[in-house]
């Protein structure tokens, strides 16, 4: 624990730099945008009504809060059925912004569990919640559950999290012995997984990695490091990239909350949901379940597949098509994430290079290196109603400074392109308008992108 804090101290503080969702209920959810659902085939909605079980989460003692894990399930449900395990987004603990794939997944004959953990800096801790709330729902459930038939889905944090609990979860309690699969979604830092783990993964496990091109929250590369080096054969993992499109008026975006609905920062439900996160897990676990099934497999891992590829069409006009690859390289029209690969928080910093070409990694390298021509410490921690940041310039610098949260969304902007003399500068930051949570106070120096992160946890 002391290593990670240390590590945070000194870095960016995650895509964890986040806001707490305000309550939202499952009837709420509104389907948006022009493009229909899925309606028949692989992705839509099953017949069966959806139940849920629960039972109060751990981890969440010293946080005054209760929450439960969720478990959706087909009812009556009398034979254990596959099931996907689910690790949310850092601050993502209400199931309600999820839900509607659990409810989709469960409709169609499935079991979805989800497990919520608190917003701790404890990265050890969280994952042990995690680990501990997948294990005690398949030891309560086992008339529900089939721990033979499993696997792992998460976004952002918990997308980084799940090889490492995948891991143990398929080489200690032996589950997945009847079908095994990842589908990680614009995944973070994979903190506890080693490269001699990747390198004696389960050659069995199917896996669908997703990334989002305009996410502008985590570097593809944390993505990319996981896809190349786990022990998972071409024929049986896929990397997809979702891109952007507008049709008939309407806006489907790419950025880091496609996978979510009801967020107040830009998670909508729509098409995207249906096509670029339903459509290939349904097919994924259908062929994990069932390797004799050539289509999902076409639809699932087709390797660029028209029938993999497709992401609906309305009025005649096929909406873009996602890309799909078994070599991934850094798009060149990416968006700069604030977690970057080479960033010290991540454990698997020597590998950011490996999944690319020599140039195209020298490349990322040269512009992703980099000394800020200033110190700066920001204090207090945690702050409430304001915050103060201590700059020294040994020169005059030209300085934008801006409050962003784990999303990437800019929440305040302090200063705007203002110069300042070399020397002391004492600058407040007002923070009465946000919410409790923990966030990343960035400063850009001179119009560049050389950049300095630090986080700022508000506890109003």
Same mark, same amino acid.
């Given at each position: 624990?002391?290593?990670? =804090? ?52 751990? !981890? ?15 009812? #009556? ?14 601050? !993502? ?9 659990? =409810?989709?997944?469960?409709?169609? #004959? ?16 969280? $994952?042990?919640?995690?680990?501990s709330g997948f294990a005690e729902a398949v030891r309560r459930f086992p008339k529900v559950i089939d721990s033979t038939r499993i ?9 980084? &999290? ?14 997945? &012995?009847? !079908? ?5 979604? @614009? ?15 389960? =050659? ?45 008026? $309407? ?14 920062? #830009? ?8 096509? @670029? ?22 639809? &699932?891992?087709?390797?660029?597949? &028209? ?57 990322? =390298? ?78 850009? @120096?001179?119009?560049? $992108?050389?950049?300095? @992160? ?7």
């Amino acid at each position: 624990m002391n290593r990670y =804090r240390l590590l945070l101290t000194a870095s960016v503080f995650l895509g964890l730099a986040t806001i707490f969702f305000p309550a939202a209920t499952h009837s709420q959810t509104v389907y948006r945008g022009t493009v229909p659902r899925i309606t028949s085939g692989f992705g839509a909605d099953g017949t069966f009504a959806v139940d849920t079980l629960r039972f109060p989460a751990t !981890g969440w003692d010293s946080t005054g809060i209760t929450r439960n894990v969720e478990v959706y399930y087909p009812r #009556g449900t009398v034979l254990p059925r596959p099931t996907m395990l689910f690790a949310h987004g850092f601050g !993502g603990n209400d199931p309600s912004y999820y839900g509607e794939l659990f =409810r989709n997944l469960a409709s169609r #004959g499935y079991v979805a569990v989800f497990v919520p953990y608190p917003i701790s800096l404890n990265f050890p801790g969280l $994952y042990r919640t995690l680990d501990s709330g997948f294990a005690e729902a398949v030891r309560r459930f086992p008339k529900v559950i089939d721990s033979t038939r499993i696997g792992f889905a998460g976004h952002s944090f918990g997308a980084g &999290a799940i090889p490492s609990i995948a891991y143990k979860a398929f080489t200690s309690r032996g589950w997945g &012995a009847n !079908g095994k699969f990842l589908f990680p979604m @614009a995944p973070w830092y994979s903190l506890e997984i080693t490269q001699e783990q990747l390198r004696t993964f389960p =050659r069995d496990t199917k896996l669908v990695m997703e990334t989002y091109a305009d996410d502008a929250t985590n570097d593809h590369r944390m993505a990319m490091d996981i896809f190349i080096n786990i022990n998972i054969p071409t024929s049986e993992k896929d990397f997809i990239t979702v891109f952007a499109d507008t049709v008939q008026g $309407y806006a489907y975006t790419a950025g880091h909350l496609l996978c979510t609905m009801q967020t107040p920062t #830009g998670g909508v439900f729509d098409a995207y949901d249906y096509y @670029a996160v339903f459509r290939p897990l349904d097919a994924l676990m259908q062929y994990t379940f069932d390797p004799t099934n050539a289509a999902a497999k076409n639809v &699932a891992l087709g390797n660029g597949s &028209a029938e993999q590829v497709f992401m609906g069409s309305v009025g005649g006009r096929t909406v873009k098509p996602l890309v799909v690859t078994d070599r991934p390289t850094p798009l060149t029209t990416a968006p700069r994430a604030s977690f970057q690969c080479d960033n010290a928080v991540n454990t698997r910093i020597a590998y950011c290079s490996l999944q690319a070409p020599v140039a195209v990694r020298e490349a990322v =390298r040269e512009e992703t290196s980099y000394s800020a021509p200033f110190s700066a410490q920001l204090f207090p921690q945690p702050a409430s109603d304001r915050a103060t940041l201590s700059l020294r310039l040994p020169t005059p610098q030209t300085l934008t400074l801006s409050i962003f949260d784990i999303l990437g969304n800019e929440r305040l902007r302090i200063l705007s392109d203002v110069a300042l003399s070399a020397g002391n500068h004492d600058i407040d930051i007002p923070l009465a308008t946000l919410p409790s949570g923990a966030y990343i106070c960035r400063l850009v @120096a001179n119009g560049t $992108y050389t950049t300095t @992160a630090l986080p700022l946890l508000v506890h109003p």
